[in-house]
Nanobody, 125 residues
Framework: VQLQASGGGLVQAGGSLRLSCAAS????????MGWFRQAPGKEREFVST????????AYADSVKGRFTISRDSTKNTVYLQMNTLKPEDTAVYYC???????????????????WGQGTQVTVSS
């Protein structure tokens, strides 16, 4: 599985961005597709994940109600719609694929075997 993230950019606080993660290779319905982020000087943190079947998803408390994860199986693409962005959302965002995770472990980066290259999101105040 290869992942290509895109859609990052510079936006003012309160604005919106939509990140895309295009996957190549066969994505099984049981896979989790996740988004993580890493701000300068901070550890990578979980943002959101979705089961490829669409049957379950999860969000970090810090983004719940503002971000929405979705997938389009016809395009093999996962999206992260980010609304009401805050300066603290500034980070490099990575998409990742977990081939054997369950929902309870899908918030952990070590559950993911495949990672995209990251896309920078900068939110100005």
């Amino acid at each position: 599985v290869q992942l290509q993230a895109s859609g990052g950019g510079l936006v003012q606080a309160g604005g919106s961005l939509r990140l895309s993660c295009a996957a190549s290779g066969h994505i099984r319905s049981s896979y989790f597709m996740g988004w993580f982020r890493q701000a300068p000087g901070k550890e990578r943190e979980f943002v959101s994940t979705i089961r490829w079947s669409g049957s379950s998803s999860a969000y970090a408390d810090s983004v719940k109600g503002r971000f929405t994860i979705s997938r389009d199986s016809t395009k093999n693409t996962v999206y992260l719609q980010m609304n009401t962005l805050k300066p603290e959302d500034t980070a490099v965002y990575y998409c990742a694929a977990a081939t054997s995770a369950i929902l309870s472990s899908s918030r952990t980066g070590t559950s993911y075997s495949y990672w995209g290259q990251g896309t920078q999101v900068t939110v100005s105040s």
